[in-house]
């Protein structure tokens, strides 16, 4: 008796939904186990994980604070992974925007112009467009493989941030540190729950989910991007234009890095440092895949990606565990929902095919 | 008493949803051409699958040569001496001939001098091969050789050819013929599949005749006529289409003027000055065998790929050579590509979403960039009524439907946004007999409102049927257009091995018997 | 005269290069089956991880080479489970493998960080070792230099001399067919998908073994994604990523001693180079379409279903 793969007539609806929900459970039972061997009580870890970060007020908002970039740039990368367009620089595009948007800012110290942070805002979102119009550029022009442009983007965008860091823009009165003056209040995006972190930004990242949603179930640009990404041959078929929509959607996934890195330096960060993002333009990739690449899915991963990081580091607080459990868990909850995905177009079937239930006319 | 050299009882499959063979039974001797012979989906190719160890069957046993027998590999079917030639050639385009028969062979054979034993063989059974040669520069027909001599150099006891003759010639088809005779004198059986009937009447000794995955009969081609058989194989008496008388053609309202295309594709075929025009009224066919541009030129009429002047393709007086798909009906042209799912329509999408892919512009379902949900449902709804189009709703995706009623759709979607110029390519292919009889039909009605419709089809049948006209395309090269009432099958099978002048020579190896 | 600096400028583009053969040359045979594993930079890491540790706790430098290739074949058979058994998404897969693999490895090496090795042994034959130039380069490497040139030639010689890799490339170029005529498609590319994840573990334990004897997180910095471009740079030919391997690693080298020439360039604006060659060099082989899809497997990256 083997185990066997059956293709379901038609794509399984529940399961669709389902197996996110599958990954994450069998997540957390992974989580049991790696505490256990980690050496602390397995239970207690779980509850310092994914409860304490979340039982206040104080922490429902940071969790908003760190979902906010996460769920900007996971909608964006949404566009592109329905189109095939595996735009993976994401994390670069974000620090480019940043440090446009932080440029401006510093540009305009001592700029008193409610015009400054709507101007950092379009930079941030211009900058995370031209670092992902290099990979746009070179594989409509060139053919060249995004994937890796993108991601080699990444290491080069890390580089120009450090450099700016630690020559033009290192802050005159930072005992030499390698980090940017802080930002004037002129230049920081305002908190809207007072005495918490949370900043507009979360409010704007709402926004881009709902547009993003009707974009995607309603307007011509959306069915374009699926079109492609099922059935390219039909893409032309029906007169689309393949360049135009990698432009799109490497814009669009660009433009949104862009931008949460321009709300990270201008929000919870308030100046330029070193490390601006802990990899959120990684983790915004399984955001994405985990929720369904569908605008309202990837704000639920969101929050629960953005869960894992607070939770790492109140394990890291509280039970003295290394940060870098977040990246484990973050791994595997994305190894789990591929593997679950299987349910969506598949049944699993023990030993033979089942009875034969019914006649029916030719296959195709 | 002589065993058979095979024998099938009580095979049966079920795939979810379908059944694809019903306790079929079936026995060959030794020396015998055996046809399987019925429509696409019949289940021919699922029994060949349990024979040549592709697949297992849920039940049913496999006698070899008198002794039950497990076939359950390939592997295994090549050390009984069974050998395929498959319908989709089984081989590796960026690999040599020498290659391409090496892996798949038993390893014993692949050693030692394998190149000097192909050439050989290919002496001996007159299919010229140079092993050295990568597959991606051979034709249609060598590659079939390469398959037919892989099989050869094992020895076999059983040949099964799946379709050999749809990519060839008819000429290469009495080539094919010659060697398989020989080979069945020599006491090799050989299953051959087809559903094509001359030939079967032609070459084989018996025949099985199999309708939605059961045997419906057995006879003997001889005592047989294609009209017989063909009752046999679709249950039901033959509809031919109706046709309104002749008229007078109307005026010209698709242009092809010194159409030359340098394919973008490695393995692809130029187009080389085409020229002709079809008229309104009228329905022209393109004959020709697989992979001599009937892409190409799809895609060049469909302006999926644009060509470099305007004025080589004209609808109506829009000169549109350099336009893409959208300008092209915006013009009043339609197209009904060769591949349904993943060309024609989208797989996944639901019917109104691929009502929608086509029908955009025409039908004005989009506002300002948005989708007219609604109205895009209503048109789906439209086509499904008016093509009898079987589904359960508009909401379905393209994949749920049967190929038949999926490209009813897709005709439907074309034919209702009324085209003045319509491009199809293998209308028919893999269609249930049903739905290729409403097919054609549209096509003959969407001519008779005064439509220019052109028709590209490997099926010298469906062309006969249908067209007014025919031309034949070879090597990128469309020869001029002939009334159908003019031209024989012999003179198309001349031009489609790109003979254009039939000589003296030329007409000795005409078709026939 | 050769001068003094010579020697050691072409041992150390050695050490840079080795770990881009090792995991260049596992990822062309993965490929050349047709499976795109995007995941060599964790397979990379957790090697590196893996072998550190198992240095450092017992000091056997065998045992760590065995456990850094162990490592990177456990990651590759997590890869072949989900995307050859479960037929998931074989780039989405990949990232996780990545995502994964970096997390895991600095959640092991915590608490490596800061411990050294004591390096890998060097082979040395008295006297023949002392030779100039050719002694150190060709008879003074350690074992894994050695190693990862004879891979190379493995590779090479599998692929095009042996029975297997003729089935392997069938495997890459068609799989339908290949499964027609009665080849394992799924058990052929999870070997490949398995050597290629423990060629990873070697390149990733030659980092942490040899090229910097230390644990440091995200120490791969990419070195995984520069191997993908390689493959592509190398036309999956073995001989050419060798080639191509050098090259980078004489990249890397160069932007290390042009600031000890005392140029004055920023040290990040030099640290960019290898990431920008790799960008130029794949557009320079890219751009011309028929050339690259004739070189590559035509199956690259798509999910075989068995035939109905």
């Known amino acids: ?364 | 008493m002589i065993e058979p050299r095979l024998e099938l009882t009580g095979i049966t499959k079920q795939y979810p949803g379908v059944l694809a063979n019903n306790n079929v039974n079936l026995k060959i001797m030794p020396g015998e051409i055996h046809a399987l012979l019925g429509e696409n989906g019949a289940g021919k190719s699922t029994l060949v699958k349990f024979i040549y160890g592709v697949q297992k069957a849920d039940s049913g046993q496999i006698r070899w040569e008198g002794k039950h027998q497990e076939v359950s590999s390939p592997n295994v079917a090549r050390k009984l001496g069974i050998g395929m030639v498959f319908q989709h050639f089984s081989l590796f385009d960026a690999m040599t001939v020498e290659e391409n028969i090496s892996v798949g062979i038993v390893p014993e054979l692949a050693k030692g001098d394998l190149a000097n034993r192909i050439t050989e063989i290919s002496r001996q059974y007159g299919l010229p091969l140079d092993p050295q040669r990568y597959v991606h520069t051979l034709s249609v027909g060598e590659r079939q050789r390469i398959e037919v001599v892989r099989c050869l150099l094992q020895s076999p006891r059983l040949l099964i050819m799946d379709e050999p003759t749809s990519v060839l010639t008819p000429q290469e088809v009495r080539e094919l013929f010659k060697t398989l005779r020989s080979l069945s004198e020599e006491g090799v059986s050989i299953l051959y599949i087809s559903h094509k009937l001359q030939e079967i009447i032609d070459l084989c000794h018996n025949a099985t005749i199999m309708r939605m995955g059961e045997v419906v009969a057995t006879c003997k081609p001889e005592n047989e006529t294609p009209r017989s058989m063909a009752e046999m194989m679709m249950g039901a008496n033959l509809i031919a289409p109706e046709r309104p008388d002749r008229r007078m053609p109307g005026p010209v309202r698709l242009t092809v003027n010194s159409l030359s295309v340098v394919s973008s594709n490695q393995h692809g075929v130029d187009l080389k000055d085409i020229n002709f025009d079809v008229h309104a009224g009228e329905v022209l066919g393109v004959a020709g065998i697989a992979g001599n541009g009937q892409r190409e030129l799809m895609d060049a009429l469909s302006g999926e790929v644009p060509v470099d002047a305007e004025e080589c393709v004209i609808i109506d007086d829009h000169k549109v050579g350099r336009s893409g798909p959208t300008d092209r009906r915006n013009a009043g042209m339609g197209f009904v590509p060769e591949e349904r799912l993943g060309h024609g329509a989208v797989p996944e999408m639901s019917l109104w979403e691929n009502a929608f892919l086509s029908g955009a512009q025409s039908m004005s379902l989009l506002d300002k960039g948005f989708i007219r949900t609604r109205e895009s449902a209503d048109y789906a709804s439209n086509i499904v009524r008016e093509f009898n189009v079987k589904t359960p709703g508009v909401e379905n995706a393209a994949n749920s439907l049967s190929g038949g009623n999926l490209q009813k759709f897709i005709f439907g979607r074309e034919i209702l946004q009324g085209p003045g110029v319509i491009v199809v390519l293998q209308p028919t292919w893999g269609v249930d007999a049903g739905s290729a009889a409403a097919i054609r039909q549209a096509l003959i009605d969407l001519a008779g409102t005064g439509a220019a419709v052109l028709v590209i089809s490997q099926d010298l049948e469906e062309l006969f049927e249908v067209s007014d006209r025919i031309a034949v395309i070879c090597e990128g090269v469309v020869s001029s257009p002939r009334a159908v009432s003019d031209i024989t099958v012999d003179e198309i099978g001349l031009l489609m091995a790109g003979i254009s002048e039939p000589s003296s020579s030329a007409r000795e190896a005409t078709y026939g018997h | ?308």
């Open chain 1, 1 to 364: 008796m083997a185990i066997r793969l059956e293709p379901r007539g038609e794509v399984s609806q529940g399961m669709i939904y389902g197996s996110p929900l599958v990954a994450v459970a069998a997540t957390l039972v992974s989580g049991l186990v790696l505490f256990a061997i980690l050496g602390v009580s397995p239970l207690d870890a779980l509850f310092t994980f994914f409860i304490s970060p979340v039982s206040s007020l104080d922490g429902w908002t940071e969790l908003f604070v760190k979902a906010t970039p996460l769920v900007l740039i996971a909608v964006g990368l949404s566009f592109g992974f329905q189109a095939n367009v595996w735009n993976i620089g994401a994390e670069g595009q974000l620090t480019i925007g940043a440090l446009a948007g932080g440029g401006l800012a510093l540009l305009f110290f001592e700029a008193e112009s409610v015009l400054l942070l709507p101007a950092m805002m379009i930079a941030g979102i211009l900058g995370g467009m031209a670092w992902a119009a290099i990979p746009a550029f070179l594989k409509t022009k060139y053919n060249t493989n995004e994937i890796l442009t993108s991601l080699m983007l990444v290491y080069v965008g890390l580089l120009v941030l450090s450099w700016l860091i630690h020559g033009p823009w290192k802050s005159p009165d930072g005992m030499n540190f390698p980090e940017s003056r802080l930002f004037h209040d002129q230049a920081t995006l305002p908190v809207f729950v007072s005495e918490t972190r949370l900043h507009i930004g979360w409010l704007i990242a709402l926004a881009v989910v709902l547009t993003s949603w009707i974009v995607m179930a309603r307007h011509i640009i959306g069915f374009q991007v699926k079109v492609i990404g099922m059935a390219p041959m039909a893409a032309r078929f029906a007169g689309f234009n393949e360049n135009k929509v990698i432009w799109i959607a490497l814009m669009i996934s660009g433009g949104l890095a862009g931008f949460a890195g321009m709300i990270e330096v201008s929000g919870p960060i308030g100046k330029i440092q070193p490390m601006i993002s802990p990899g959120y333009g990684f983790t915004a990739i399984i955001v994405a895949f985990l929720g369904r690449l569908h605008p309202v899915g990837v704000l639920f991963a969101g929050m629960l990606m953005a869960l894992t990081y607070l939770g790492g580091d109140a394990a890291q607080i509280e039970l003295n565990l290394p940060n870098a459990v977040t990246g484990v868990f973050q791994g595997m909850l994305l190894f789990y929902l591929l593997a679950s995905d299987v349910l969506v177009k598949y049944q699993i079937r023990l030993g033979p095919s089942a009875p034969i239930v019914f006649k029916a006319g030719p296959s195709k």
């Open chain 3, 1 to 308: 005269m050769i001068p003094d600096w010579l020697t050691p400028a072409i041992m150390t583009i050695i050490t840079a290069s080795t770990p881009l053969v090792f995991a260049a040359v596992g990822e062309i045979m993965v490929e050349k089956s047709g499976v795109l594993n995007l995941g060599v930079e964790g397979m990379m890491i957790m090697g590196a991880v893996a072998a550190f540790a198992i240095g450092v706790t017992t000091g056997s430098a065998t045992l760590a080479i065995l456990f850094g290739a162990l490592a990177g074949l456990v990651l590759a058979l997590i890869f072949g489970l989900l995307t050859l058994n479960l037929r998931a998404n074989q780039v989405a897969t990949g990232l996780a493998l990545t995502l994964f693999g970096l997390g895991l490895s600095a959640l092991i090496g915590h608490s490596f960080v800061g411990e050294t090795f004591s390096g890998l042994p060097k082979l040395d034959i008295p006297f023949i070792s002392k030779l100039p130039i050719i002694g150190p380069l060709v008879f003074g490497q350690d074992v894994l230099v050695y190693m990862s040139v004879a891979s190379v030639f493995f590779a090479g010689w599998f692929l095009n001399k042996t029975r297997w890799g003729l089935v392997l490339r069938a495997v890459g170029e068609n799989h339908d067919a290949a499964h027609a005529i009665g080849h394992p498609v799924n058990f052929v590319r999870m070997m490949a998908v398995l050597f290629g994840g423990s060629m990873a573990g070697l390149g990733g334990a030659y980092l942490s073994l040899a090229y910097t004897p230390l644990w440091v997180e995200n120490m791969t910095a990419g070195r995984g994604w520069i191997a993908l471009a390689l493959v592509v740079f190398a036309s999956w030919r073995p001989g050419r990523a060798i080639f191509g391997a050098y090259l980078f690693g004489g990249i890397t080298i160069l932007q290390l001693h042009v600031q000890g020439f005392g140029v004055a360039i920023a040290p990040q604006l030099m640290s960019m180079l290898p990431y920008l060659a790799t960008i130029v060099v794949l557009v320079l082989i890219s751009h011309d379409v028929n050339r690259f899809k004739l070189s590559a497997p035509a199956c690259l990256g798509k999910t075989f279903h068995p035939s109905q």
